[in-house]
């Protein structure tokens, strides 16, 4: 008998992913009411960029060639220009692969969709030239610092799209430890692409996110299965993920009621990863990815 796991997605299904990413003309993502294109908002931090942020008094050691004289006349002080530094804004997918995300009811596992728009988002990042961080949340935990182009991305989403073995003891590093750790790596205005059910995520988890939402252009994608959407007519089937583990039956009382804590817990993690400043999109387990991202 034949034991070996077969990845998630193979070679051929990852180019093709990657390929039909960099086909659209518009390779922006999302981001809420807007697009916005990779290096359109400018950078916080001052430099020696091309856009101009502000004036200010000149101090020993500026550049003459700073000096902005008519401003100077103006004021009747030395002011010297200032611009936003040109500085790597790079993208960071983020992948979690821990063990709430190895379920499916129908045609995949939320981690294998989860895998899936982590590289189109990947990819669309690639083709329009922004440098790709990622991060696999799992038991063993693997880190790829930004690089750019799409050999990066190739061997990034190969690595991703890894078997994910039964046998592997649950694990979580926990949100608050992700995103202080993302906080230290990137840039303040990356732009973040988070993938999961949020199965782990703790109320002292969120002073964490609300960093992340500053600093970065994060959005948090909320992978979810159609059994957790709308409970089946066929039981027993044991849930998990709202704080504790329900065996729900065909028929029985409580399976309304749960139901309705399911969806209430849904529009819960919706509001208050929004609060956080997150950009909050959920995303099917069975669904195509066209027109999603």
């Not at 960099?22 to 359109?40: C, E, L, M, Y």
């Not at 592997?168 to 430890?177: I, M, R, V």
């Not at 992700?178 to 692409?193: D, E, H, N, V, Y």
Request: one cysteine or more; aromatic letters at 6%; charged letters at 20%.
């Amino acid at each position: 008998m034949n034991t070996t796991l077969q990845p998630l997605l193979d070679a051929a299904e990852i180019s093709r992913l990657i390929q039909q990413a960099g086909q659209s003309r518009d390779t922006s993502v999302k981001t809420g009411n807007r697009q916005a294109r990779f290096g359109d908002q400018p950078a916080r931090q001052l430099g020696s960029g091309l856009d101009f942020a502000e004036r200010r008094a000149y101090q020993h050691g500026d550049d003459p060639r700073r000096i902005d004289w008519r401003a100077s006349a103006r004021s009747q002080q030395t002011l010297v220009r200032q611009y936003h530094s040109e500085i790597d804004h790079p993208a960071c997918v983020v992948i979690d692969r821990s063990a709430s995300m190895a379920f499916g009811t129908r045609c995949r596992l939320k981690v294998t969709q989860a895998v899936r728009a982590g590289i189109v988002a990947g990819a669309r990042m690639a083709h329009s030239g922004a440098s790709l961080a990622m991060l696999l949340l799992e038991h063993s935990g693997h880190w790829q610092p930004p690089q750019s182009g799409l050999p990066a991305l190739q061997r990034a989403a190969l690595r991703a799209a890894r078997a994910c073995p039964p046998t592997e003891p649950a694990y979580h590093p926990g949100w608050s430890h992700i995103g202080q750790s993302l906080l230290t790596k990137l840039p303040a205005g990356s732009r973040l692409f988070l993938f999961s059910d949020f199965s782990t995520l703790q109320p002292d988890d969120y002073k964490t996110l609300r960093q992340m939402g500053q600093h970065f252009d994060c959005q948090a994608f909320h992978i979810i299965d159609a059994a957790e959407r709308h409970l089946p007519a066929v039981s027993p089937l044991l849930l998990d993920g709202i704080g504790r583990q329900f065996l729900v039956h065909p028929g029985s009382a409580g399976k309304a009621t749960l139901q309705m804590r399911l969806q209430q817990h849904q529009q819960q993690l919706k509001q208050s990863l929004q609060k956080s400043g997150l950009q909050y999109r959920q995303l099917n387990s069975e669904q195509s990815l066209q027109g999603k991202l």
